[in-house]
């Protein structure tokens, strides 16, 4: 089974929303777009940066909290 047989059955068995995201990763040749890959990477790295400055928020105000606390 060639590899644009398996591209093409895994793309008709996606939902309609799925296709196009799927069919603008893989071209007609069956190679992948670095550009998707980088902006896939680059999503990922921005859902981790917020999340730490999210968490690191949360961590200082705890720390500023209790310390006006223990300051009365």
Known sequence: MSTEKIISTEINDLSPSMTHEKSAEVSSSGRVDINVLLERVRKVQE???RTNIFSLGLILS?????????SF
Not at 62 to 70: F, K, M, Q, R, S
């Open 62 to 70: 705890l720390i500023i909290v209790v310390g006006i606390i223990l």
């Open 47 to 49: 859902k981790e940066r």
